[in-house]
């Protein structure tokens, strides 16, 4: 039977029984023995970049590289990295060379590999060359996720009516083919409460994995209890899927009905951009259609905004109870966002919430060394 843990909750993270060395200083020990590092492979919403970076200050040796920086869709964030195993203007048989010499190094310079929503060759053929090879030379590996890459449609619109996608056969296939091909080799699946439901029917051990970010990237910058005009600001990476239509529908009939407040909806910024406009804002609204929060909401929260997104009704009781996201979905959102344009003492203490929220489960230090008990035990067996 498979079960679903929770090792890497931060309300657990001290239950169980250990000396008075902590896990990422048993963790450092071991990297020393070995000679090596850990490999966070991905830029899955710049988190890879932020857990080696904060790894690296633990002393816990890791790096994070990526196939080559590409973002979604039209956008250019300039999310961070430590290395890419080729180029855009590589020929396509050198990227294949240079790709298939990562591989093959991989266990001579790391000890354990920590895939973000991607792995080196394609992931339907995870479990064909690259899963075994690894295996092979006993290099554990983990794999977290975060969304739309390993999503099934069908499911997720049986559980959610205001999901944006129409389910495809073909789109499901494929997405099954990637959750078994990955689960043939890798140990651990270590992702957000609503891929831990489709990943318990296929790995042994789930964790719990909540987005990390750097307190000291965040200043705290609540709303005045006194801001008559808020800011409220929108900044969709994919319109469709945070129900931006929707937001803006909601906000010309707020207009419409008097209120006074402004609205900021601006995409094709670099992450540095999007930080520096954030900070500004009195209101965040993520997304409206998916049904579970992501990076941008925690990094809202990091800052101390109330952050509007939709929380699916069978995840709710998934997250830890004193979760401050404002609620809404498309047919909420004028509502929600009336409540919180109107009343400024409750935008500054759900921001304040918000930040106690981030710094209680999301802080990356926290994260990495609930990551290290992963890996210790993973190295230990």
Request: charged fraction near 25%; include cysteine; glycine fraction near 4%.
């Amino acid at each position: 039977m498979v079960k679903l843990t929770s090792t890497l909750d931060i309300e657990n993270r001290y239950l169980e029984a250990n000396s008075d060395i902590k896990y990422h200083e048993l963790f450092k020990n071991k990297q020393q023995i070995l000679g090596r590092k850990v490999l966070h492979f991905g830029s899955l919403a710049g988190w890879p970049h932020t857990i080696a970076r904060v790894s690296r200050e633990m002393g816990i040796d890791a790096e994070n590289v990526v196939h080559v920086y590409k973002d979604v869709l039209d956008l250019d964030r300039k999310l961070p990295y430590d290395a890419a195993i080729f180029t855009d203007s590589d020929w396509y048989a050198s990227k294949v060379l240079k790709t298939a010499r990562f591989l093959l190094d991989c266990p001579k310079k790391y000890s354990i590999v920590h895939y973000h929503s991607t792995n080196l060759l394609h992931r339907e053929i995870h479990f064909l060359l690259e899963g075994p090879y690894l295996r092979k030379n006993k290099l554990p590996m983990v794999l977290s996720l975060g969304g739309g890459d390993a999503r099934l449609d069908g499911d997720a619109k049986s559980r959610n009516k205001y999901y944006y996608k129409e389910p495809s056969f073909l789109h499901d296939l494929r997405v099954k083919l990637r959750w078994l091909s990955w689960s043939k080799n890798i140990a651990v699946c270590a992702t957000d409460p609503e891929m831990a439901l489709i990943a318990s029917n296929y790995f042994e051990e789930v964790n719990i994995f909540r987005q990390p970010v750097e307190l000291r990237l965040f200043p705290f910058f609540p709303p005045s209890e006194t801001q008559e005009d808020p800011l409220v600001l929108h900044v969709p990476t994919n319109p469709q899927v945070k129900g931006t239509e929707h937001i803006v529908r909601a906000v010309e009939n707020l207009h419409k009905k008097g209120l006074k407040f402004r609205f900021q909806m601006v995409r094709q910024l670099t992450q540095t951009q999007f930080f520096n406009t954030l900070s500004h804002c009195d209101i965040y609204v993520d997304e409206l259609r998916c049904g579970g929060h992501g990076m941008t909401a925690v990094e809202s929260m990091a800052m101390g905004k109330p952050t509007i997104s939709y929380i699916r009704d069978d995840l709710v009781d998934k997250y830890p109870s004193d979760l401050p996201i404002v609620n809404a979905n498309p047919d909420t959102i004028e509502e929600v966002l009336e409540r919180l344009i109107l009343d400024s003492k409750m935008r500054n203490l759900i921001g304040v919430a918000s930040r106690q929220y981030v710094e209680k489960y999301h802080d990356a230090k926290i994260i990495m060394e609930d990551l290290s008990r992963v890996y210790l035990k993973l190295l230990n067996s």
